[in-house]
């Protein structure tokens, strides 16, 4: 019976934010966030988003490590008809479990992201020619300092502090 078990590994952060216009500084509505064609959301008026974790069901065999390599491995795109769009790759930013108390980058514990606020730049109206922008290399919490509108960062959890040294899994 205890091969009848359901377990759970889960792929891919349960990921949510805000998208804003980087010039105006306003929420922007009905941009697609997505990792997969069929894990994605659209922003709401308030710019927000939320993509629940990618979970792999099983009740005899785990999968082995390069089944769920590439979705594991993927990027969260930003995309709309008016803005460049912009991509991030998931496993360039800390997650952390539920407490919020630890980062983690194990499949078994459910992960979670806090993105805050992405900054999306309007395309101009000449077309412009770069149309996608790459984030590449870890995405660190922000300093005291930096401002998400100005620096690639998410926002520090509350139950972490900038000087107390972060425990990884």
């Not at 349960?14 to 697609?32: F, H, R």
């Not at 993509?51 to 491995?73: C, F, G, T, W």
């Not at 509108?149 to 000087?163: D, F, G, V, W, Y």
């Amino acid at each position: 019976m205890m091969g009848c078990q359901q377990e759970v590994i889960y792929v891919t952060p349960e990921i949510k934010g805000q998208v804003i216009d980087k010039e105006t500084n306003q929420p922007i509505e009905s941009v697609k966030v997505w990792i997969t064609s069929k894990d994605l959301d659209i922003t709401d008026a308030n710019g927000l988003f939320y993509i629940p974790a990618i979970e792999y069901k099983y009740r005899v065999k785990a999968p082995n490590y390069h089944d769920i390599q590439d979705l594991s491995m993927s990027s969260i795109e930003f995309i709309s008809d008016k803005y460049i769009t912009k991509s991030y790759y998931i496993n360039n930013f800390f997650s952390t479990n539920k407490a919020q108390t630890t980062i983690t980058s194990s499949f078994e514990e459910k992960r979670y992201i806090d993105m805050g606020k992405v900054y999306l730049t309007a395309k101009d109206a000449g077309g412009a020619k770069v149309q996608e922008e790459y984030i590449e290399g870890p995405i660190a919490y922000c300093q005291p300092h930096q401002s998400q509108k100005t620096t690639e960062c998410i926002p520090l959890q509350a139950a972490l502090s900038h000087t107390q040294e972060l425990h990884t899994e």
